[in-house]
């Protein structure tokens, strides 16, 4: 039997569609580029759909993002069970709010929620943001007071995001949202090494600096908050992102530049890189646990996981973040 919904309760779902992954954003730009009026409400039918796709699409996202490796001897539920898929109205009202304002042509009145994003819904959002990069969809979003306070869409787009004090930065509540952190392990490291090579695009020092401060912020937020939780595993994404051997240099700025912001720039740059060193001296620890000490297994487990990037990749970090610590040519 076909449900049967209004026509304003199908574009929302297919919106919803895309959000999940499960429609491409092209084939619903139409919808976002010209005012759409949303549904006051979802009726019954209309509601149950999008729970099901919600649900569905993040918990699949969850497996193919990185819930499928192994950390030790377990995948993602076997290490912390069934994710907890709670979403609100926050993403009805998100939804809504893309429909009705023609984001692609002028700046939308601000996106407003009626409570503070769930996990289940921060990595929903930050996964959303992912599948409309390039749309000018993603960069409307990310300008929204309420969806910059989301902790897992700061963990994804941090260089985005232009984070300037670290009382800006959104901080990830470990024993909370860790599940989808460590779900996400494979998708964080696409959108890091996706960030480190669009740095070279950037040809004014400014821009580079904004990007590699925000990113400086966000990682020493996250990995003093994992660090604190004991729950260092969960910034395996950064090991994975630089596994991909993602270029953090940056182009030769044009001289006309001020020496001193050309330098500025090449060290903000390298946010990602100084990060690496904070991994290899958790390594270098975990490396040196004994059989009889507390923790030993999950210490185990991340020599495991974190050697194939090893001393090899960490000092190549090293020195990569030392050629952009030196003078700029020219």
């Not at 377990?74 to 709010?97: A, D, K, M």
């Not at 185990?300 to 990037?309: C, Y």
Request: proline share 6%.
């Amino acid at each position: 039997m076909t449900a049967r919904v209004t026509a304003a309760e199908a574009a929302l779902l297919r919106l919803a569609r895309v959000s999940v992954g499960a429609e491409a954003p092209a084939a619903v730009l139409w919808l976002l580029a010209a005012k759409v009026t949303p549904p006051a409400q979802l009726g019954p039918t209309a509601a149950g759909l999008l729970s099901e796709a919600l649900a569905k699409g993040l918990v699949s996202a969850l497996a193919k993002g990185g819930g499928w490796l192994r950390l030790g001897k377990q995948r993602l539920w076997e290490r912390s069970g069934p994710p907890p898929l709670h979403f609100t109205g926050n993403v009805v009202e998100t939804l809504r709010w893309l429909l009705a304002a023609p984001l692609l042509e002028r700046e939308p009145p601000p996106l407003s929620t009626s409570a503070p994003w769930t996990p289940a819904e921060d990595a929903w959002l930050a996964l959303f943001v992912a599948r409309l990069g390039g749309t000018g969809v993603d960069a409307a979003l990310l300008r929204q007071k309420v969806v910059r306070a989301a902790p897992l869409v700061a963990l994804m787009h941090a260089g985005a995001l232009g984070y300037t004090a670290a009382d800006q930065v959104p901080v990830v509540d470990v024993a909370a949202a860790g599940v989808f952190v460590d779900g996400l392990t494979l998708e964080l490291a696409r959108a890091w090494a996706r960030a480190e090579r669009g740095k070279a695009q950037l040809d004014r020092p400014d821009a580079v600096s904004a990007v590699g401060r925000s990113q400086g912020l966000v990682l020493d937020a996250f990995l003093g908050a994992i660090d604190s939780a004991d729950h260092r595993g969960l910034a395996t994404f950064l090991v994975e992102a630089a596994s991909a051997r993602p270029s953090s240099t940056v182009r030769a700025f044009a001289p006309s530049w001020p020496l001193r912001e050309r330098q500025q720039a090449q060290r903000d740059a390298g946010a990602f890189l100084a990060a690496l060193s904070t991994l290899r001296r958790w390594h270098d620890e975990h490396r040196v646990v004994r059989f009889i000490d507390d923790g030993y297994e999950r210490a185990q487990a991340l020599v495991q996981a974190w050697s194939p990037f090893g001393d090899a990749g960490c000092r190549a970090a090293e020195a990569q973040l030392a050629r952009l610590d030196a003078l700029p040519e020219g």
